[in-house]
């Protein structure tokens, strides 16, 4: 069973000698059936960039997959840009 309890990821990766700005987002949400969803936007900065939507049965499962986009992201060279909305600590701002 994993530990994590980010709900809400922000993730970038610059690298101004090739042009590249992008960010990529992962965020476990609830859906209206009960499952739980865990949605990815990505794309270049600035931009409207795409947004795919994974649905699990539980919320360990969606933890789980993002946990492993996270490590994925991060071994392409994604940083983390803001820090994560804890599951009870999140004030939005």
Not at 35 to 58: C, I, M, S
Request: with cysteine.
């Amino acid at each position: 069973m994993s530990e994590l309890t980010v709900q809400y990821l922000v993730l970038e990766r610059r690298d101004p000698a090739r042009n590249m700005a992008r960010f990529y987002v992962l965020t476990i949400e609830p859906t209206l059936f009960g499952d739980t969803a865990l949605v990815r936007e990505w794309g270049r900065l600035g931009g409207r960039g795409r947004r795919r939507l994974d649905l699990f049965d539980g919320h360990v499962q969606a933890v789980e997959a993002l946990e492993s986009w996270l490590r994925r992201k991060t071994r392409r060279g994604y940083v983390q840009r803001h820090s994560s909305c804890l599951e009870r600590t999140c004030n939005p701002a």
